[in-house]
């Protein structure tokens, strides 16, 4: 599976972003996939992940400001994130997300992110 992230830029803080990554091979529909992002400095971190069925969970460092969601014909996982804040900036990736052992990882490789930058 090879997964391009797209769609980051600067914004201002309250602004909004809408990014989107396009996932290639068969079994889209069957994944369950997630935004991460990693922000200078700091470790990867998991934001935002959503069933094959839709059933969405954030983190709570961006739930009632971001939006992830799906489309199963595209092959595309996207991430509405209103209301962005300096500490919003990051790489954004996507993955294929798996659950094992009461806790969620990274399915694949890493893809190429795209970066997001939040101006004060």
């Known amino acids: 599976v090879q997964l391009q992230a797209y769609g980051g830029g600067l914004v201002q803080a309250g602004g909004s972003l809408r990014l989107s990554c396009a996932a290639s091979?068969?079994?889209?529909?069957?994944?369950?996939m997630g935004w991460y992002r990693q922000a200078p400095g700091k470790e990867r971190e998991l934001v935002a992940r959503?069933?094959?069925?839709?059933?969405?969970d954030y983190s709570d460092s961006v739930k009632g400001r971001f939006t992830i969601s799906r489309d199963n014909i595209k092959n595309t996982v996207y991430l509405q994130m209103n209301s962005l804040q300096p500490e919003d900036t990051a790489v954004y990736y996507c993955?294929?997300?798996?659950?094992?052992?009461?806790?969620?990882?990274?399915?694949?490789?890493w893809g190429q992110g795209t970066l997001v930058t939040v101006s004060s």
């Open positions: 993955n294929q997300v798996r659950y094992e052992s009461g806790r969620y990882y990274p399915a694949n490789s």
């Open positions: 091979g068969s079994g889209f529909s069957s994944n369950r």
């Open positions: 959503i069933s094959p069925s839709g059933i969405r």
